[in-house]
């Protein structure tokens, strides 16, 4: 293998391994930040790693296939409700919510802390519930925000720039300077 080969399969198993430990760290903080008893997050991001050549310079990549790992690294301040289209019923069956026997569950409840002791509530269609559940989740999330879990500083801090760049300047045999890690 030649020199441009083994720069090429460093870069490239550096990216692949920076990606997965991108999702690691991701599901670790939110399994972190879950409350006892609640039901474990998972998430649907992956990440994919890629490495792209300039004059002078490499940039490695890593690009998520879901957008919503801006609100989980940052959180969500009070006050801006997201839209309820978001968190319809793609995103709730995506997510194996059944809304119909939640908004169920929370009528008969309701209606015992009223004192209420007729029982006459109907599961609605899917569609209709799936509606107003994401009406109800888009509003909590307005009132009350959504807690930031940060999961990016965890891999990009654990001194694999210093790393790569040593490996590099071995393989070229001159001094390597790795830039700063920016987030678009």
């Given at each position: 293998?030649?020199v441009?080969e083994?720069?090429?399969?460093?870069?490239?198993?550096?990216?692949?391994k920076?990606?997965?430990d991108?999702?690691?760290?991701?599901?670790?903080?939110?399994?972190?930040?879950?409350?006892?008893g609640?039901?474990?997050?998972?998430?649907?991001i992956?990440?994919?790693?890629?490495?792209?050549?300039?004059?002078?310079k490499?940039?490695?990549?890593?690009?998520?296939?879901e957008?919503?790992?801006?609100?989980?690294?940052?959180?969500?301040?009070?006050?801006?409700?997201?839209?309820?289209?978001?968190?319809?019923?793609?995103?709730?069956?995506?997510?194996?919510?059944?809304?119909?026997?939640?908004?169920?569950?929370?009528t008969?409840?309701?209606?015992?802390?009223?004192?209420?002791?007729?029982?006459?509530?109907?599961?609605?269609?899917?569609?209709?519930?799936?509606?107003?559940?994401?009406?109800?989740v888009?509003?909590?999330?307005?009132?009350?925000?959504?807690?930031?879990?940060?999961f990016?500083?965890?891999?990009?801090?654990?001194?694999?720039?210093?790393?790569?760049?040593?490996?590099?300047?071995?393989?070229?045999?001159?001094?390597?300077?790795?830039?700063?890690?920016?987030?678009?």
């Open positions: 293998m030649n441009n083994e720069i090429d399969k460093l870069l490239n198993d550096f990216g692949a920076w990606a997965n991108l999702k690691t760290s991701l599901d670790k903080a939110l399994k972190d930040g879950a409350k006892r609640e039901r474990l997050q998972t998430s649907r992956e990440f994919v790693g890629g490495v792209k050549y300039y004059p002078n490499v940039i490695i990549s890593i690009t998520p296939n957008d919503y790992w801006y609100y989980i690294e940052n959180g969500r301040k009070k006050g801006k409700q997201p839209p309820t289209k978001v968190l319809g019923e793609k995103w709730q069956a995506k997510n194996g919510i059944s809304p119909s026997k939640i908004l169920y569950q929370m008969i409840d309701y209606n015992q802390k009223k004192g209420f002791t007729k029982r006459i509530v109907k599961k609605l269609p899917f569609p209709k519930a799936a509606k107003q559940f994401a009406f109800i888009a509003r909590a999330i307005g009132k009350n925000g959504i807690k930031p879990k940060p990016i500083d965890r891999v990009t801090e654990d001194g694999r720039k210093a790393e790569l760049a040593e490996q590099m300047g071995k393989l070229i045999g001159k001094a390597i300077t790795v830039t700063d890690i920016k987030w678009q």
